[in-house]
């Protein structure tokens, strides 16, 4: 794709563009905080849910003024299976 000088992006096309660099960059600031790394998880673990979450983040910025938002589960169905 290429913008001209004065062309934008939306913020939701900028995440779907940027979906995996944000997801690493989101584990190297999990990685600096102890309280966060002490529960040891492996990389799918701590971000499989991530795609499907920032997916549901970018469809809610794509709506319609007036339109509802769709019921997600994406951030809640991961931590619930880990403690199941």
């Known amino acids: 794709m ?3 000088p004065r062309a934008s992006l939306t913020v939701a096309t ?3 563009k940027d979906l995996t660099t944000t997801i690493d960059r989101w584990m190297d600031r999990v990685n600096e905080i102890p309280s966060l790394t ?3 998880l492996s990389y799918s673990e701590r971000t ?4 499907r979450l920032i997916q549901d983040v970018i469809a809610r910025l794509r709506l319609d003024d007036g339109q509802s938002a769709p ?3 994406s951030a809640h169905d991961p931590g619930q299976a880990r403690f199941e």
């Open 14 to 16: 900028i995440l779907e």
């Open 38 to 40: 002490k529960i040891s």
């Open 48 to 51: 499989g849910h991530l795609p």
């Open 71 to 73: 019921e997600t589960t």
């Open 2 to 4: 290429v913008l001209g």
